[in-house]
C-alpha cells in the first residue's frame, strides 16, 4: 500500500516537474493530445451515418440522388480529419521538445544538486550507482514522457468516447466488449506480471555475469600466467546458462501477451458479429442511448469500434512495463535530488585586504592579501584578522558511523610555515584528519581553530579556498593540460599557469607533449604517466597559492628517478607554506618540524624524526623497516 | 559481419526458422479473419438463417484460437532463439577471450569488454527478435492484407497502391534524415555522461578547490547541447505518426465517398457493405505493419553499431598458439636469449627490447634493476611466453619457447605479476589457483615462506577468510605476499617476481628472499625490484636501460663499474629511507 502511495506521488512529482519547467506548453500538448484523440474516435458517427443511407438507397442504384449527402458527410469528416492532424502534429513537435527539455533541465538540476551534497555521500554510496541515474533511469524516464504518457492520454480518451458512442448505439453490443476486455486486463495482469518477476530476476542474472566477467577480464594476464582458461570458462557458464533460463523466460511472457491480446481482441470481434447478427436475425428488441434500433449501419461500424477498443486497451497494456520502470527510475533520480546539501552556517568570509599601519582594512581588488572579515554578532562590530595558516586543533573526537570511533583526543598545533607529517598504519586515521580541516566531516567533540576562529565559523567555501590539496588519487579533468593546472585559479593567466608547472617540475615534461601545454587530456590523463599525473595535481595546487597545504602522498610505486622529481615538486610546494603531510613513506617526513604517529586513531608519539628515532618506540621500528605503513 | 555473429545461432537453429513459419500462419489467419466476417456479415444482411450464422462463428472462433496457438508459439520460440543467440555469443566472446594472448588482451580495456558482453549483446539480442518475428510479421502483413483487399474490394484497393508508397517513401526519409543525427547525438551523449563521471570520481577536487559552480556551468553547456541535437531529431522523427495518421485518414476520405459510389451506383454487384468494413480493416492492417517495419529498421540499424563491435572480439584471433607437435616437459630452469629483439605489435615503430644476449644457470638468483620503460617486465614476459619475440629466440631448458606446449610452459615458469589481483573467494581459493590439488599443508608451507602464514593466522577465519573483489580488505603487503604464495604453490623450475614486493617492508622482503634461497634452491629466480635493496644479493644483477641490457654483474661489480646502478643505489639510501640489512 506504501509503496503504491509512493509511486502515485511520484507521478504527480512528475508532471508537476514538467508543468513548472513548461507552464504554457504543457497545458497546450494535453490539449492536443485531447482534441486529437477525440477527433480520431469521431469517424465511426460519420460512417454509420453513411453506411445508413446506402443502406437506404443501394438497391435504387442512383448515385446522383444521394451524392450531396453523402459528399457533404465526408466533407465535414474531412475537416475533422485536418483537425486532428493539425493537433496531432502539433502535439507530437510539443511532445518532443518537452520531453528533451524536461530531460535536460532534470539532468542539470540533478547535477547542481549533486555538487551541493556533502563528500560523505559519495563516500558512502556506490559511484555506479549514482552514474546510473544520469544513464538508465533518465533513459527509462525519457520512454515514460515521450511514449507513455500521451500514449496512456490518447488509449484514455479513445476509450472513454468509443464507449460513449458504443452505448450511444447498442447497450448489448457494448456489454460484449465489456466482457472481452475484461479478459483482456486479467490476461495482461497474469502474463504481464509474469514478465516483470522474471525480468527482474533477469536483471539480477545479469548483474552477476556482468560481475564475474568485470573481475575475470581485470585479472586476465593472471588468468593466462595461472592456465585458469578452462575453470574460468566453466564458472562462466554456470552463469550464463542461469541468466539464459531467466531471460527465456522473462520473454517468452513478454512475446505472448502481444498475441493473446490480439487474438482475444479477434475472439471479440467475432463474438460481436455473431451477437449483432443474432440480434438483427432475432430482430431482438435494441436498447440504445440513442434509440435507434439495430441496423446493419450500426452492425459495421461498431465492428470497426470494437477494433479501436480493443487496440487501445493492448496499447495501455504496452505501456506498462515501462510506466512501472520509468517511475522507478523517476523515483531514484528524486531521491539524488531529495539528498541533504552540505550545510553551512558560516558566516567569517575571506577578503581582499590592504595593512596600513598595523591596521588591516578591507578593499575590493586584489591586493595578494587576504584576511578573514570577522562580524560580530554581539555588539554588531567586524573585525580583520590577517590570513596566516595557523592552525590548531584541541581534543578532537571523530567517528564516520556512531560508537565507531576514528579519531580520539587529538590536539596539535602548526603555526605559520611549519610542517607536520602523519605517520601510522591504515586505518591509523590519518586522512580522517586532514578530512576535518577542510570540513569535508564535521567533527564530533573538540575544536579546530583557523587563525584562531573557530572553523565552524568560516564559511566553508572561503575555508576551502584557504586550504590547498594535492590528494593521493590524482584526478584530472577531460581539456587541455592548460585548462587542467588553471582550475586551481580560474583567472590565473598563461603566464601564472607556466610558473607553476615550473615551481611543480612538470614544466619539463609538458613542453616534450606533442602540443605542449595545449595537449588535450581525457580519461584522467590516460596518457600520461602517474609520476606525470602527480605532477599535474601539484601544479593545480601550487597556483591556488593557498597558505596552508595538505599533501597525501601517492601509495603506487613510481620509478626512483620520477619520485624524485616528484618530491622536488613537493618540496617547492611546501616552502613559505603551512603543511600536513601524510606519509606513506617516510621519505618525506624526515625535515617536518613535528611528526605525528597515529595508531588506532590517537597519538601515540610525537616530535622530530631525531627525537622520535631516539625514543625508538614505533615511528623507530617503521622507520627500520620493522613494520609495513601499508 | 552477420555471418560471424549468426555461426553463434547453433542449437537454436531449429526455434530460429520455427519462429518466421509460426508467425507466417498468424498473419494469414488474421488476414483471412475479417474476409470471413464480411461473409457473415452479408450473410446477416441477405437474412440468412441461423445456422449458417453459427457455422460461421465457429469457423472464425476456430480460426482465431489457432491465430492465438501459432503467434504464442511464435512468440516462445522466439525468445528461445533470441535468448539463446544471445547465450552463445556470450559463451563465445568470453571464451576468445579466454584464448587471447598478452598482445590480444592489450588492444581492449576492461570495460570495453563488459560492455561488448552485456549492452551489446542486449542489442543485438532484441535485433534478432525483431528480426526473426516483427521484420517476418511486418512484410507478411503488408502483402497479405493487400492481397486480401484486392480479392475483396477490387478497383478499389489500388488506392493501397498510392498510398503505401506515400508512406514508406515518407517513413524512410524520417529514418534517412534521423539516422546521422542520433548517431552523433548519442556520441555527444556519451561524452556527457563520461564527463558526469569525472566529476563524481573527482568530487573531492571539485569541492577542496571550490569548484561546484564551474562544474554546473560547464555541465550545462554540454546538456544544452546534447538537448538541442536530441530535440532537432526528435523532432524529425515525431513526423512518423501524424504521417501515419494522414494516409489512414486519406484512405478513410476515398473509401468512404468512393466505396458509397460504387456501392450505390452498381446496386452493390461491385462491392457490398460488409467488404466495404473489411476494405477499412485491411487499410489499418498494412498501414500500421509499415510502421512497424519502419521501427524494426531503426532497432536494427542501432543494433549494427554493436553487432560490429561484438565480431571484433569474435574474430580477434590469439597471436599465440600451440605447437603442432608440443613437448610436454620442461629439462631444467636454464634460460637463454639468443638475440632477441621486441616489439609489442608489428606496426609499433620503436623497439621494446633489442639485442638481448643472455644466459641464466639453472636455480640461479638474477635481480633486474632500470628505470621505468627501461623493458625489465618486456623482457621476462618473453620468458613463459606470454608474447612472443620479434627475432631471436628465448630457450628455457634448452628448448625454444615455443616449441614446449603453452600449458606446461607456464606452469613450470610462475609469474608474479607487477599488477596483480586477487579474486573474490576465500583465501584458498585463491591460492589454488597455482595448484587445484593442493593439501593445507601445501598452502600453509608456501605461506610461510612468502611471509604471509603470520598474517593469515591473525585473520579470525584463517585460510578461510573471504577476500572481497580486487584483495579490497587485504593492504597491499599483504596482497603481493599472498600473490607470491600463489605463484609458489605452482612448485615451478622458474619463478619471476616483477616487483612484486614493493609494498611489503624490507625485513619482510629480505626474509621472502632468504627462504626462497633455503628452501627452492634449484628453482632458477628472477627478481624485478624497484629497491637496490631487494638485488643486491643476488647472484648477478641485470641492469635495464631504454630497451637494452646496460650491464650485469653482482652488487659489488655495478657498484663500482655501472653509473646507472650506482645512481639509483645513491639515491635510495641517502634519502634514507632504505635500511640495508
Redesign the interface.
Given at each position: 500500500m506504501k509503496t503504491k502511495q509512493a509511486k502515485k506521488g511520484t507521478v504527480r512529482r512528475v508532471l508537476t516537474t514538467m508543468l513548472g519547467f513548461y507552464p504554457v506548453m504543457m497545458p497546450l500538448t494535453i490539449a492536443c493530445i485531447v482534441i486529437s484523440a477525440v477527433v480520431?474516435s469521431i469517424?465511426s458517427i460519420?460512417?454509420q451515418n453513411?453506411?445508413a443511407?446506402?443502406?437506404e438507397?443501394?438497391?435504387?442504384?442512383?448515385?446522383s440522388a444521394?451524392?450531396g449527402r453523402?459528399?457533404r458527410?465526408?466533407a465535414i469528416?474531412?475537416v475533422f480529419?485536418i483537425l486532428?492532424?493539425i493537433a496531432?502534429?502539433a502535439f507530437?513537435?510539443l511532445?518532443?521538445?518537452i520531453?528533451?527539455?524536461t530531460?535536460?533541465k532534470l539532468?542539470?538540476r540533478m547535477?547542481?544538486d549533486?555538487?551541493?551534497l556533502p563528500?560523505k555521500y559519495?563516500d558512502t554510496n556506490n559511484?555506479g550507482d549514482?552514474?546510473s541515474r544520469?544513464?538508465n533511469d533518465i533513459d527509462t524516464l525519457r520512454q515514460m514522457i515521450?511514449q507513455s504518457f500521451p500514449q496512456l492520454l490518447i488509449s484514455t480518451i479513445t476509450v472513454l468516447t468509443v464507449f460513449c458512442i458504443m452505448i450511444y448505439y447498442s447497450v448489448w453490443l457494448t456489454l460484449v466488449v465489456l466482457a472481452g476486455v475484461i479478459a483482456m486486463l486479467a490476461v495482461t495482469k497474469k502474463v504481464g506480471g509474469g514478465s516483470a518477476r522474471f525480468f527482474f530476476r533477469q536483471q539480477k542474472a545479469?548483474g552477476r555475469?556482468?560481475?564475474f566477467?568485470?573481475?575475470?577480464?581485470?585479472?586476465?594476464?593472471?588468468?593466462?600466467?595461472?592456465?585458469?582458461?578452462?575453470?574460468?570458462?566453466a564458472d562462466?557458464?554456470k552463469l550464463?546458462?542461469i541468466?539464459?533460463e531467466e531471460?527465456?523466460?522473462a520473454?517468452?511472457y513478454?512475446?505472448?501477451?502481444?498475441?493473446?491480446l490480439?487474438?482475444?481482441g479477434?475472439?471479440l470481434?467475432?463474438?460481436v458479429?455473431?451477437t449483432?447478427?443474432?440480434l438483427?436475425?432475432t430482430e431482438a428488441p435494441n436498447l440504445s442511448l440513442s434509440g435507434m434500433a439495430l441496423s446493419?449501419s450500426i452492425?459495421?461500424p461498431f465492428?470497426?469500434m470494437t477494433?479501436q477498443f480493443v487496440g487501445n486497451i493492448n496499447q495501455v497494456s504496452n505501456q506498462v512495463n515501462s510506466v512501472v520502470m520509468g517511475l522507478a527510475g523517476a523515483n531514484r533520480i528524486f531521491e539524488l535530488m531529495d539528498e541533504q546539501p552540505e550545510q553551512d552556517n558560516g558566516y567569517v568570509t575571506l577578503v581582499n585586504a590592504r595593512e596600513e599601519n598595523g591596521v588591516i582594512t578591507e578593499c575590493p581588488e586584489r591586493t595578494g592579501m587576504w584576511a578573514w572579515r570577522h562580524p560580530h554578532q554581539v555588539d554588531k562590530t567586524v573585525t580583520y584578522t590577517k590570513l596566516a595558516g595557523d592552525v590548531r586543533l584541541f581534543d578532537v573526537d571523530f567517528e564516520y558511523e556512531p560508537d565507531k570511533p576514528v579519531l580520539r583526543d587529538i590536539s596539535l598545533y602548526a603555526k605559520p610555515g611549519q610542517k607536520v607529517a602523519f605517520v601510522g598504519a591504515?586505518g591509523a586515521g590519518k586522512t580522517t584528519i586532514t578530512n576535518l580541516l577542510?570540513r569535508?566531516y564535521d567533527i564530533a567533540d573538540g575544536k579546530i581553530r583557523y587563525d584562531g576562529i573557530n572553523i565552524n565559523k568560516i564559511k566553508k567555501?572561503d575555508l576551502?579556498?584557504s586550504?590547498?590539496?594535492v590528494?593521493q588519487d590524482t584526478?584530472l579533468?577531460?581539456g587541455t593540460v592548460m585548462e587542467n593546472i588553471r582550475?586551481?585559479k580560474?583567472d590565473a593567466t598563461d603566464e601564472e599557469c607556466i610558473a607553476a608547472a615550473k615551481l611543480a617540475g612538470a614544466d619539463d615534461f609538458i613542453t616534450r607533449l606533442p602540443e605542449g601545454y595545449q595537449t588535450m587530456l581525457s580519461g584522467?590523463g590516460a596518457n600520461l604517466?602517474q609520476?606525470q599525473r602527480q605532477l599535474l595535481s601539484i601544479a593545480?595546487a601550487a597556483v591556488?597559492d593557498p597558505p596552508v597545504m595538505i599533501l597525501d602522498e601517492a601509495?603506487s610505486?613510481?620509478?626512483?628517478?620520477?619520485e624524485?622529481i616528484v618530491q622536488r615538486g613537493m618540496d617547492a610546494l611546501m616552502t613559505g607554506r603551512t603543511v600536513f603531510v601524510i606519509a606513506h613513506?617516510?621519505?618525506t617526513v624526515?625535515n617536518s618540524n613535528v611528526i605525528i604517529v597515529l595508531d588506532h586513531g590517537r597519538i601515540i608519539e610525537r616530535g622530530s624524526h631525531e627525537e622520535l628515532l631516539a625514543q625508538k618506540g614505533q615511528y623507530y621500528q617503521l622507520?627500520?623497516?620493522?613494520?609495513?605503513?601499508? | 559481419m552477420m555471418k560471424e555473429l549468426a555461426k553463434s545461432i547453433r542449437e537454436y537453429k531449429k526455434a530460429s526458422i520455427a519462429t518466421p513459419i509460426l508467425v507466417s500462419f498468424?498473419v494469414v489467419l488474421?488476414c483471412i479473419?475479417p474476409f470471413v466476417?464480411a461473409l457473415?456479415?452479408n450473410?446477416?444482411?441477405s437474412?440468412?438463417?441461423?445456422r449458417m450464422?453459427?457455422r460461421?462463428?465457429a469457423i472464425?472462433?476456430v480460426?482465431?484460437?489457432l491465430?492465438?496457438l501459432?503467434?504464442?508459439l511464435?512468440?516462445?520460440t522466439?525468445?528461445?532463439a533470441?535468448?539463446?543467440l544471445?547465450?552463445n555469443l556470450?559463451?563465445d566472446m568470453?571464451?576468445a577471450?579466454?584464448?587471447?594472448?598478452?598482445e590480444n588482451?592489450d588492444k581492449f580495456l576492461?570495460s570495453s569488454?563488459?560492455t561488448r558482453?552485456?549492452t551489446d549483446v542486449?542489442n543485438v539480442?532484441f535485433a534478432y527478435?525483431m528480426l526473426i518475428?516483427t521484420a517476418i510479421r511486418s512484410p507478411l502483413m503488408l502483402v497479405f492484407a493487400f492481397v486480401m483487399a484486392v480479392v475483396m474490394g477490387g478497383r478499389m484497393a489500388w488506392i493501397f497502391l498510392f498510398v503505401v508508397p506515400v508512406l514508406a517513401i515518407g517513413l524512410g526519409l524520417v529514418i534517412y534524415k534521423t539516422m546521422p543525427l542520433f548517431r552523433k547525438v548519442f556520441k555527444k551523449y556519451d561524452n556527457l555522461?563520461?564527463?558526469?563521471?569525472?566529476?563524481?570520481?573527482?568530487?573531492?577536487?571539485?569541492?577542496?578547490?571550490?569548484?561546484?559552480?564551474?562544474?554546473?556551468k560547464k555541465?550545462?553547456t554540454a546538456?544544452?547541447d546534447?538537448?538541442a541535437d536530441?530535440?532537432k531529431a526528435?523532432?524529425i522523427?515525431?513526423?512518423n505518426?501524424?504521417l501515419m495518421?494522414?494516409c489512414v485518414?486519406a484512405v478513410?476520405?476515398f473509401v468512404?465517398?468512393f466505396g458509397?459510389?460504387t456501392?450505390?451506383?452498381?446496386?452493390?454487384l461491385d462491392l457490398d457493405?460488409?467488404q466495404?468494413?473489411a476494405l477499412?480493416?485491411y487499410s489499418?492492417m498494412m498501414l500500421s505493419s509499415l510502421m512497424m517495419l519502419s521501427m524494426v529498421f531503426v532497432m536494427i540499424t542501432m543494433a549494427v553499431e554493436s553487432g560490429k563491435r561484438i565480431v571484433e572480439v569474435l574474430s580477434e584471433k590469439s597471436t599465440l598458439t600451440n605447437p603442432a607437435n608440443p613437448v610436454y616437459e620442461v629439462a631444467d630452469g636454464s634460460i637463454v636469449f639468443d638475440h632477441v629483439n621486441f616489439k609489442y605489435s608489428p606496426t609499433a615503430e620503436r623497439m621494446a627490447l633489442s639485442n638481448i644476449d643472455l644466459t641464466i644457470r639453472s636455480g640461479e638468483t638474477i635481480g633486474i634493476i632500470g628505470?621505468?620503460g627501461s623493458s625489465k617486465s618486456s623482457l621476462i614476459q618473453l620468458i613463459?611466453r606470454?608474447y612472443d619475440v620479434t627475432e631471436g629466440s628465448v630457450k628455457v631448458g634448452g628448448l625454444d619457447v615455443r616449441q614446449y606446449d603453452?600449458?606446461t610452459l607456464?606452469?613450470q615458469v610462475?609469474?608474479v605479476?607487477q599488477?596483480?589481483?586477487l579474486?573474490?573467494g576465500t583465501i584458498k581459493e585463491n591460492l589454488r589457483?597455482?595448484n587445484?590439488d593442493a593439501t593445507d599443508e601445501e598452502m600453509a608451507a608456501a605461506c610461510q615462506m612468502a611471509c604471509a602464514d603470520e598474517f593469515i593466522s591473525g585473520f579470525p577465519d584463517g585460510y578461510d577468510t573471504y577476500i572481497e573483489?580486487?584483495g579490497a580488505n587485504v593492504?597491499?603487503?599483504q596482497k603481493q605476499r599472498l600473490c607470491i604464495a600463489?605463484a609458489l604453490l605452482?612448485k615451478p623450475k622458474i619463478l619471476i617476481l616483477d616487483?612484486s614486493t614493493?609494498?611489503?617492508?624490507?625485513?619482510?622482503d629480505a626474509k621472502i628472499r632468504k627462504a626462497m634461497r633455503t628452501y627452492i634452491p634449484e628453482t632458477t629466480k628472477i627478481i624485478i625490484a624497484?629497491r637496490t635493496a631487494s638485488v643486491q644479493d643476488a647472484d648477478r644483477i641485470i641492469v635495464m636501460d631504454g630497451g637494452t641490457i646496460n650491464a650485469v654483474g653482482t652488487h659489488a661489480q655495478l657498484m663500482a663499474n655501472n653509473e646507472i646502478y650506482r645512481e639509483?643505489y645513491t639515491?635510495?639510501n641517502k634519502?634514507?629511507?632504505q635500511?640495508e640489512?
Open positions: 480520431s469517424p460519420f460512417m453513411v453506411i443511407v446506402m443502406e438507397n443501394w438497391r435504387d442504384g442512383n448515385w444521394v451524392s453523402i459528399l458527410l465526408v469528416l474531412a480529419y486532428s492532424l496531432g502534429l507530437n513537435q511532445m518532443a521538445i520531453t528533451q527539455g530531460l535536460k539532468r542539470e547535477f547542481g549533486m555538487q551541493r563528500i559519495f559511484h549514482i552514474m544520469y544513464t515521450s545479469l555475469v556482468e560481475g566477467v568485470e573481475e575475470i577480464m581485470n585479472g586476465q594476464k593472471v588468468v593466462k600466467v595461472f592456465c585458469h582458461e578452462e575453470a574460468s570458462k562462466f557458464d550464463n546458462d541468466l539464459f531471460s527465456r523466460r520473454n517468452r513478454a512475446n505472448i501477451l502481444g498475441p493473446i490480439n487474438n482475444i479477434n475472439i470481434y467475432v463474438l458479429a455473431l449483432g447478427g443474432l438483427l436475425l446493419i452492425a459495421v465492428l470497426n477494433k591504515t577542510n569535508f567555501d576551502r579556498h586550504l590547498g590539496i590528494l584526478n579533468f577531460t582550475y586551481g580560474l584522467n604517466s609520476g593545480r591556488a601509495t610505486s613510481i620509478d626512483t628517478r620520477t624524485a613513506r617516510l621519505s624526515k622507520y627500520t623497516g620493522a613494520f609495513e605503513l601499508e | 498468424e488474421e479473419i466476417i457473415l456479415v450473410e446477416v444482411k437474412g440468412g438463417d441461423m450464422l453459427l460461421y462463428g472464425l472462433i480460426m482465431a484460437v491465430s492465438l501459432f503467434g504464442a511464435a512468440g516462445s522466439c525468445a528461445t533470441s535468448c539463446g544471445a547465450r556470450r559463451k568470453f571464451y577471450i579466454q584464448d587471447y594472448s598478452f588482451i576492461t569488454l563488459v558482453m552485456t542486449t539480442q527478435m518475428r555522461n563520461a564527463s558526469i563521471q569525472e566529476n563524481i570520481k573527482a568530487m573531492r577536487v571539485v569541492k577542496s578547490f571550490v569548484r561546484e559552480d564551474y562544474e554546473q555541465f550545462n546538456a544544452e546534447v538537448c536530441f530535440t526528435e523532432r522523427l515525431a513526423l505518426n501524424p495518421q494522414f485518414y478513410m476520405v468512404l465517398s458509397s459510389y456501392i450505390i451506383s452498381s446496386r452493390g457493405v460488409g466495404f468494413s477499412l480493416t489499418f628505470g621505468t613463459s606470454l603453452l600449458e607456464r606452469n610462475a609469474v605479476l599488477k596483480n589481483i579474486f573474490s589457483w597455482g587445484p573483489q580486487g593492504s597491499g603487503g600463489r605452482q616487483d614493493s609494498a611489503v617492508d624490507t625485513k619482510t624497484q639509483i639515491s635510495q634519502a634514507g629511507d635500511d640489512d
